[in-house]
């Protein structure tokens, strides 16, 4: 069982819908939860970073973290062209090391 | 703030050679990580430097290695190159703390023949 894991998509949103992107992990020592964008042949970029169970809001983005299931999400309200993408979950735990899931690649259509 | 730099973007090398990256985390963090990304594994952890010492290791050969510098720059090395060692190569800085946000640079592209 891979320790973070996530749908590989792709994940078909119309523009102006909201994108939803789901991970779990396994690891019940992870602390530290981030996504990461990344376009086709570029590094990742971060979106946002969670590590306190609830929501976190940054302008169109918002992280979720539930702890006792073990699950974070990120939600993209008003999706638009530019944000078709792979999303990556990754997750830390006491040790600085990240640990990615496989990605989600998102297709905002228009 | 400068961002992470990654020297040589691209490299073309043969099996059985040895290659050396280079990584210049954003001024002022003190740890860089290592990470390889393929199409098959996605993005794996090698390992991490704080003030020049290797603090965390990933599940990788011998024959990947590594060192940080006083200036916090950081070099990975793959020795005896083989095929399966094409990717992406990616290192991360971040401050120093192991709950940090981490910073990837552009990442150098190593295709091995």
């Known amino acids: 069982q891979k320790e973070v894991e996530q749908n590989s998509g792709p994940l078909s949103v119309p523009e102006g819908a909201i994108a939803s992107l789901n991970c779990t992990y396994s690891?019940?020592?992870?602390?530290?939860f981030f996504w990461y964008r990344q376009y086709s042949g570029k590094s990742p970029e971060l979106i946002m970073f969670?590590?306190?169970?609830g929501d976190k809001e940054d302008g169109r983005f918002t992280a979720q973290l539930n702890k006792a299931s073990q699950y974070v999400s990120l939600l993209i309200r008003d999706s638009q062209p530019s944000d078709s993408a792979t999303y990556l979950c990754a997750a830390t735990g006491t040790a600085s090391k990240l640990t990615f899931g496989t990605g989600t690649r998102l297709q905002v259509t228009l | 703030k400068a961002g992470v730099t990654q020297t040589p973007r691209y490299l073309i090398k043969t099996r059985g050679q040895q290659v050396t990256l280079s990584c210049s985390p954003i001024s002022g963090h003190r740890s860089v990580s290592w990470y390889q990304q393929t199409p098959g594994q996605g993005l794996q952890f090698l390992f991490e430097?704080?003030?020049?010492?290797?603090?965390n290791k990933g599940n990788f050969p011998g024959r990947f290695s590594g060192r940080q510098f006083s200036n916090s720059r950081s070099e990975m090395n793959v020795s005896t190159l083989e095929l399966g060692d094409s990717a992406l190569y990616l290192c991360?800085?971040?401050?120093?703390?192991?709950?940090?946000?981490?910073?990837f640079g552009p990442g150098t592209r190593l295709l091995v023949l």
């Open positions: 969670i590590y306190s169970n």
């Open positions: 690891d019940r020592g992870s602390q530290s």
């Open positions: 991360a800085s971040f401050p120093g703390s192991t709950q940090e946000t981490q910073y």
């Open positions: 430097y704080f003030s020049e010492t290797q603090r």
